[in-house]
C-alpha cells in the first residue's frame, strides 16, 4: 500500500522558547518569512503525501489560521496589485488537505501519534517532526518512502551525531544492510551517553506500519514520564522488522536556539536579496570583534 498520509504532531508547550510561545505556537516561528511547519508541510506534499494531519493542542490556533484563506488580506494585496505576496500567501492555503485534532492533554509525542489512530486507519503511514527541517536534493521523506516501498517495513530516519549529544536523542542498535540502511536490534529514548548502545540518533522521519497503534495503546510512560514513540517502536519491533535509514541531506534542529539561529542564518544566506548585506553586516561585525582583541 502507498505511503500516502502524515502525522504532523504539534501539540508540544515550546518550552525552550518562552517566553515566545506563550502566545504563539512555536510551529509558528518563522525561518526569515515562512513559519517552520510550512517547511515540514512542504516536505511532506514535494514526497507524494495527500492528506495530513497535524496534531494540535491548546493555543495552536495560529497554524489553521495560517493554512487557511485569508479573505481580508488576500483582497486587500489583491486592491494594492502586490501580487506576488499574494500568491506566496494563497500558497499556504493550497498546500494540501490539512486535518486536524487535538491533543486534549500533553502526554508526550507517542500519545500524541496514538490520537491520529482513526485518521489513519490500517496503512502505512509518516511522521514528521516539526523540530527537524531537512535540506536535500530529494526530499527526506521522498528518501524514506522509496525505501518502504522495496522493504515494507517500518523505517526511522537517522543520521549520526556527536557522543557527547546521544542523550538528546532517540537512539537506535542496528546490523548495516546496505550503505544507509540498517537492520534495527534496539532502540532507547534519550540513553545517557554510558548507556547508548551507537551515535545514531533517530531524526524526526518515520514510516510506520498501522501495527504502531496497538503498542502504543499500551504503552507505559517512558523517558521523561511521557509515552514515547521510540519505546512503542521497540515493542513493533518484537513482531516485526524495523529499518533505519541514513538519509542523505543536511538536518537543521530549529527545535533549540541555538540551531534555530543558525537555520536562520543559512536559510537568509541563500535568498539573493538577503545574501549580500548579510555577508557585510558579519564582515563589520568580525572587523569589530578583531579591533577589539587587538
Ligand atoms: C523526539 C523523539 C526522539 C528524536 C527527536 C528528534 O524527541 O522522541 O527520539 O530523536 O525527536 O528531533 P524530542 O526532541 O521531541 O524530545
Given at each position: 500500500m502507498r505511503?500516502?498520509k502524515?502525522?504532523?504532531?504539534?501539540?508540544?508547550l515550546g518550552?525552550?522558547f518562552?517566553?515566545a510561545?506563550k502566545?504563539m505556537?512555536?510551529?509558528?516561528?518563522?525561518i526569515?518569512?515562512?513559519p517552520?511547519?510550512?517547511?515540514?508541510?512542504?516536505?511532506?506534499v514535494?514526497?507524494?503525501i495527500e492528506d495530513i494531519?497535524?496534531v494540535?493542542?491548546?493555543?495552536?490556533?495560529a497554524?489553521?489560521?495560517h493554512?487557511?484563506?485569508?479573505?481580508e488580506?488576500e483582497?486587500?494585496?489583491?486592491?494594492?496589485?502586490k501580487?506576488?505576496l499574494?500568491e506566496?500567501?494563497?500558497k499556504?492555503?493550497?498546500l494540501?488537505?490539512?486535518?486536524y485534532?487535538?491533543?486534549?492533554?500533553p502526554r508526550?509525542l507517542g500519545?500524541a501519534i496514538?490520537?491520529?489512530?482513526?485518521?489513519?486507519g490500517?496503512?502505512p503511514?509518516?511522521?514528521?517532526?516539526g523540530?527537524d527541517?531537512?535540506?536535500?536534493?530529494?526530499?527526506?521523506?521522498?528518501q524514506m518512502?522509496a525505501?518502504?516501498?522495496?522493504?515494507?517495513?517500518?523505517i526511522?530516519?537517522?543520521q549520526?551525531?556527536?557522543?557527547?549529544q546521544v542523550?538528546r536523542?532517540g537512539?537506535?542498535?542496528g546490523?548495516?544492510?546496505?550503505?544507509?540502511?540498517y537492520?534495527?536490534?534496539?532502540?532507547?529514548?534519550?540513553?545517557?551517553?554510558?548507556?547508548a548502545?551507537s551515535n545514531?540518533?533517530i531524526?524526526?522521519?518515520?514510516?510506520?506500519?498501522?501495527g504502531?497503534f496497538?503498542m502504543?495503546e499500551?504503552?507505559k510512560?517512558?523517558?521523561g514520564?511521557?509515552?514515547q514513540?521510540t519505546?512503542?517502536?521497540a515493542e513493533l519491533?518484537?513482531f516485526?522488522?524495523?529499518y533505519?535509514?541514513?538519509?542523505d541531506?543536511?538536518?537543521?534542529?530549529?527545535g533549540e536556539k541555538?540551531?534555530?539561529?543558525q537555520t536562520t542564518?543559512?536559510f537568509?544566506l541563500q535568498?539573493?536579496?538577503?545574501r549580500n548585506?548579510?555577508?557585510?553586516?558579519?564582515?563589520q561585525?568580525?572587523?569589530?570583534?578583531?579591533a577589539k582583541?587587538?
Amino acid at each position: 500500500m502507498r505511503v500516502k498520509k502524515a502525522i504532523i504532531p504539534a501539540a508540544g508547550l515550546g518550552t525552550r522558547f518562552l517566553p515566545a510561545t506563550k502566545a504563539m505556537p512555536k510551529e509558528m516561528l518563522p525561518i526569515v518569512d515562512k513559519p517552520t511547519i510550512q517547511y515540514i508541510v512542504e516536505e511532506a506534499v514535494q514526497s507524494g503525501i495527500e492528506d495530513i494531519i497535524i496534531v494540535t493542542g491548546k493555543g495552536k490556533r495560529a497554524i489553521e489560521d495560517h493554512f487557511d484563506h485569508s479573505i481580508e488580506l488576500e483582497q486587500n494585496l489583491l486592491e494594492k496589485g502586490k501580487l506576488e505576496l499574494l500568491e506566496e500567501v494563497q500558497k499556504a492555503s493550497k498546500l494540501v488537505d490539512i486535518h486536524y485534532i487535538r491533543q486534549k492533554e500533553p502526554r508526550g509525542l507517542g500519545h500524541a501519534i496514538w490520537c491520529a489512530r482513526k485518521f489513519i486507519g490500517n496503512e502505512p503511514f509518516a511522521v514528521l517532526l516539526g523540530d527537524d527541517i531537512v535540506k536535500a536534493q530529494k526530499p527526506c521523506l521522498a528518501q524514506m518512502i522509496a525505501q518502504y516501498d522495496r522493504y515494507r517495513s517500518s523505517i526511522i530516519g537517522v543520521q549520526q551525531v556527536p557522543e557527547n549529544q546521544v542523550s538528546r536523542y532517540g537512539i537506535i542498535d542496528g546490523q548495516s544492510l546496505t550503505d544507509r540502511l540498517y537492520s534495527v536490534s534496539h532502540l532507547i529514548e534519550k540513553p545517557k551517553q554510558i548507556d547508548a548502545p551507537s551515535n545514531i540518533a533517530i531524526m524526526g522521519r518515520y514510516i510506520l506500519n498501522p501495527g504502531i497503534f496497538d503498542m502504543l495503546e499500551n504503552q507505559k510512560p517512558g523517558a521523561g514520564g511521557e509515552i514515547q514513540l521510540t519505546d512503542a517502536i521497540a515493542e513493533l519491533n518484537r513482531f516485526e522488522a524495523v529499518y533505519a535509514y541514513d538519509f542523505d541531506g543536511t538536518r537543521y534542529d530549529v527545535g533549540e536556539k541555538l540551531g534555530f539561529i543558525q537555520t536562520t542564518i543559512d536559510f537568509a544566506l541563500q535568498r539573493d536579496e538577503l545574501r549580500n548585506d548579510l555577508l557585510d553586516y558579519f564582515s563589520q561585525i568580525l572587523d569589530k570583534k578583531h579591533a577589539k582583541i587587538k
